[in-house]
Nanobody, 115 residues
Framework: QEQLVESGGGLVQAGGSLRLSCAVS????????MGWYRQAPGKQREFVATLIIGGRINYADSVKGRFTISRDTAKTTVYLQMNSLKPEDTAVYYC?????????WGQGTQVTVSS
């Protein structure tokens, strides 16, 4: 019944890569934007990347040049390709989908980057 389900998190060494996926329920309609946020222990949730449907892609300065957000044509899945990972990237990553009426959040997937 979960409308957004993240996967692909795990443990990776610094400098490594990881790709996160977010499966979006077909019941979610009129999607305007899709994106990723993250929350590290003891910190507030922060913006990572967004993909505006029919528009531009935006990244947080901290991940620019290392992370890439994308989606399939049917908008059933949102991806976050993470390269050159750093220990400071360690966090729970959350998928976000914005529609004309509502915003939706996934339960998160843990990403841990070791030194």
């Amino acid at each position: 019944q979960e409308q957004l389900v993240e996967s692909g998190g795990g443990l990776v060494q610094a400098g490594g890569s990881l790709r996160l996926s977010c499966a979006v329920s077909g019941s979610i309609r009129s999607i305007n934007a899709m994106g990723w946020y993250r929350q590290a222990p003891g910190k507030q949730r922060e913006f990572v990347a967004t993909l505006i449907i029919g528009g531009r892609i935006n990244y947080a300065d901290s991940v620019k040049g290392r992370f890439t957000i994308s989606r399939d044509t049917a908008k059933t899945t949102v991806y976050l390709q993470m390269n050159s990972l750093k220990p400071e990237d360690t966090a729970v990553y959350y998928c976000n989908v914005q529609t004309t009426m509502y915003g939706y959040w996934g339960q998160g997937t843990q990403v841990t980057v070791s030194s």
